[in-house]
């Protein structure tokens, strides 16, 4: 706190800012100092893997960036995907990557945290203490003990994390329908509002992001997600009425295939069908969030940053 008194000053402009101070809700991580960045006119912030990006026109504060889960059914049943590469770029800029990197801290990163907890402080304290006394075999074997200990904990945590990473899909090609045909895209390019084809895969691979299914029903397997052992029915909207507005939170377990999950089954729409149709015999999907936005993103940063590190001062132990 200190180097941050002699370092930084309050700022009421945000145009004139560099740094932002972040406190997350109680149980979700702890407080940070964040770098503002700016593009444009448009500021904004990562923390915690998510985007925030400042409204001056309305609510003057920092927002999560908008994804397009909440409009008529009707708008995502007629939309064509993105029609040129001019309006992929702006969507690129606002949703970055959909991917899910996680970099876990090195060994003596997370050795020197638990190393300066406050038990871990008094117990070498105690030690140097009973060395004083004389009683240097004892001090030292509880001492090392202590450092085998906290060691053991680093390791297992690092092996967790990278177990944590590892939920995160490695990109492939799929099909999306841009610039008035269908193409082969890595997952890691795809953007809410694109139309993409969904099926069964040969090679195993998950669904890449949230989406909402418009054409074509398919049977997905959530047990990664859910723990759901019975895959799930999931059917297109077109034959919703258009007008209703989607509410992902009531429609997720009928229309929307998450992130992380498997399509084990599908049904390509009729060849006669109207409209855009898949090139590939998939279903059509639309996408709705992508990153560290999706259902599976959300549960991997629940389990990076809403629990706090175990050492040997806390209950967890």
């Known amino acids: 706190a200190l180097p941050i008194f002699l370092t930084c000053r309050t700022e009421?402009?945000?145009?004139?800012?560099?740094?932002?101070h972040v406190t997350p809700t109680p149980n979700n991580g702890f407080p940070e100092l964040v770098r503002l960045r700016k593009i444009g006119d448009t500021i904004w912030f990562e923390f915690q893997k998510m985007k925030y990006v400042y409204d001056a026109e309305e609510k003057k504060r920092f927002e999560p960036v908008r994804f397009p889960i909440d409009l008529p059914i009707k708008d995502y049943v007629k939309s064509s995907g993105y029609e040129n590469e001019e309006k992929i770029k702006e969507p690129s800029e606002k949703f970055g990557k959909n991917m899910l990197n996680i970099q876990p801290p090195d060994f003596w990163a997370l050795f020197s945290e638990r190393a300066t907890a406050p038990f871990f402080v008094f117990q070498v304290f105690c030690v140097s203490l009973w060395c004083l006394d004389e009683y240097w075999y004892y001090s030292l074997f509880t001492l090392a003990m202590l450092v085998v200990f906290e060691a053991t904990l680093v390791k297992q945590q690092q092996k967790n994390l990278s177990a944590i990473r590892d939920m995160g899909s490695k990109p492939y090609t799929i099909q999306v329908y841009r610039g008035k045909k269908w193409k082969s895209v890595q997952t890691d390019e795809l953007l809410p509002g694109d139309l993409i084809s969904i099926g069964r895969s040969k090679e195993g691979d998950v669904v890449p992001c949230d989406l909402l299914l418009l054409k074509g029903p398919c049977i997905v397997d959530e047990a990664m997600l859910t723990g759901e052992s019975v895959p799930q029915m999931k059917e297109p909207v077109e034959n919703r009425n258009l007008d209703d507005e989607l509410d992902v939170e009531k429609d997720k377990k009928l229309h929307v295939i998450f992130a992380g999950t498997k399509v084990v089954q599908h049904t390509p729409p009729p060849k006669d069908t109207d409209g855009i149709r898949p090139s590939n015999n998939g279903c059509l999907a639309y996408v709705l969030r992508t990153?560290?936005?999706?259902?599976?993103?959300?549960l991997l940063r629940t389990i990076l940053y809403s629990v706090k590190r175990v050492t040997a001062n806390n209950l967890e132990t």
């Open 291 to 298: 990153g560290f936005n999706t259902s599976q993103g959300k």
């Open 12 to 20: 009421n402009d945000v145009s004139k800012a560099t740094i932002v």
